[in-house]
């Protein structure tokens, strides 16, 4: 019995954010990414900068809140030249929460190992944490050290095979 209300909780949990991605998708996407700015700022994880309140304040009608004086709005509105994101009187308060938890469900982007820019933040493969560069420098003398006694002891070895056989060579004729 109980685990026919725990399935109808998972399936209105799940068409919540679903709701919120169509949404997104719908009234949003022409002007916002996820992850990289569009017209307007990227919207992945925007709880990190903002709180709910002022998020369904914003989105239900911006220029209100920005001719309210809103410090964060007015300083968004500038950042973004001024342009006027179109207000969604017609969204309501359970769409834009719904909005509000699809953007804030897409997980974080795992560190761009590429795009590190400073040697002392480069990421190896293998490697957990970044390498610091005295510890790249140590790697790289023990690498060559190893490198030159391989070759020395090739060289070794190639030596006394031609000084052996060129002896050999002698005591017969
Ligand atoms: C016509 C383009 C356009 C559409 C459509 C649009 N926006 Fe915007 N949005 C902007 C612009 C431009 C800004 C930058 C602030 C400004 O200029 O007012 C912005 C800013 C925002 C901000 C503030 C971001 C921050 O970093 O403070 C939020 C939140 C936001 N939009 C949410 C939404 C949501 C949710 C929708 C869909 C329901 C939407 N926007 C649809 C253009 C748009």
Redesign the pocket.
Known sequence: MWYRFLLIGLAWGQSASDQGKT??NQ??A???KLEQKL???P?AR?SE??SEEW?IK??SN?QAL?QSGDP??VA??K????????P?PD?SEAD?KA?WTY?NSVAAPPPNVAASSSPQQTIYPGETRPMKSEEFQFLRTIYWIVTAAFLLVALLIAFVIQFVSLKRASESS
């Open positions: 949404l997104f009234r949003c022409a002007c916002h017209i307007g700022p919207l925007i900068r903002r998020f914003f989105v911006s920005i964060q709005a968004v509105y950042e973004y030249n001024q342009q006027v994101m179109p969604f969204l834009l909005i953007v």
